[in-house]
């Protein structure tokens, strides 16, 4: 019989895993829009937004259950969103005077993104072993 009581979820990964599937979201809404309405958007744009909500979604879901590769996930999506929105401007052929946006925004999706991704891998547990399985005598 175990003695032990669960371990309730912490409020930040509440909060991280809301932010992720927020982000995820907003991911599919893109793509959805682009297949069902037959956007003008180049395809690689699609393309990208299909992986950055996957990786929104792992995300949310490892953050929520408290999977230790939630971090990795995370820091995935952030530096596959900044590589998107830098990959913007000369997707969509911008001047260059558009471009700085898309500098800040990609910076402002590390700043969020990269915290969260430390504060998921210091508050995930790892994998369970053999030895922790193990009766202890």
Known sequence: ???TAPSRRPAGRIVVALL???LSLS???QVFDDVLNASNEPLAITAMQTLIGALAALTSWGAWIGARWSA???AAYGIATA???LSLGPLLALPAEARGGLLFGAAVV???TLPCAWYLRRTTRPAPTEA???PVE
């Open 20 to 22: 992720f599937v927020a």
């Open 27 to 29: 991911a599919w809404q």
């Open 132 to 134: 922790d399985a193990a």
């Open 1 to 3: 019989m175990n003695t």
């Open 110 to 112: 590390l700043v969020i």
């Open 72 to 74: 990795w996930l995370a």
């Open 83 to 85: 590589g998107m929105l």
